[in-house]
């Protein structure tokens, strides 16, 4: 079982909803998506679309169907609905996001941050849902329908995400 085959069966058992999703191939000539697609421009960061055909809809978390998924892509991206587990997830990525991110307070008291290859998303406890992605200066929460991705999946820049 690889790591993110394992990281993808513990999420769902918390009950998380994940799904997979391509994964970047770094090479010394450079970066490019599993897809296949010689310009694909979201590289390690859309769904495989096989088994997740409607994407973010497609999130589960039934543990059969995680453990087939990864079973058929195991080097697969970790995508996940912050919303399954009553949660917002926040992209703070450039320099410009970390200052709105404090101005709006956003680094007072994440439930829980990943590192991502660009910066980080901090992920809240959020008690309204919200039905789709919003944005707080630069910064970008993802709502009911949007997905962040999950440790340990690959970024595009070669690094890990790492829970912190």
């Known amino acids: 079982m690889t790591a993110r085959t394992g990281a993808a069966v513990a999420w769902a ?32 960061k859309h769904p495989i679309g096989a088994v997740a055909p409607r994407g973010v809809l497609d999130a589960s978390h039934d543990v059969a169907r995680v453990r087939t998924w990864w079973e058929q892509y195991p080097d ?12 917002v997830g926040c992209d703070v990525d450039k320099p410009e996001h970390h200052e709105d991110a404090r ?22 406890r959020y008690p309204y849902p919200i039905t789709h ?16 991705i999950l440790p340990p999946s690959q970024h595009r820049s070669g690094k890990a995400y790492v829970a912190r």
């Open 133 to 148: 992605d919003v944005r707080l200066g630069t910064v970008i929460v993802r709502g009911a329908r949007g997905y962040t």
């Open 13 to 44: 058992q918390q009950g998380a909803a994940i799904f997979p999703l391509w994964w970047p191939i770094v090479t010394a000539e450079g970066v490019r998506c599993a897809c296949g697609a010689p310009t694909c421009a979201a590289i390690g």
């Open 103 to 124: 101005r709006f307070g956003l680094f007072a008291e994440p439930t829980f941050e990943v590192e991502t290859g660009a910066g980080l998303h901090l992920y809240f």
């Open 76 to 87: 697969a991206n970790v995508g996940f609905l912050p919303a399954s587990l009553g949660l």
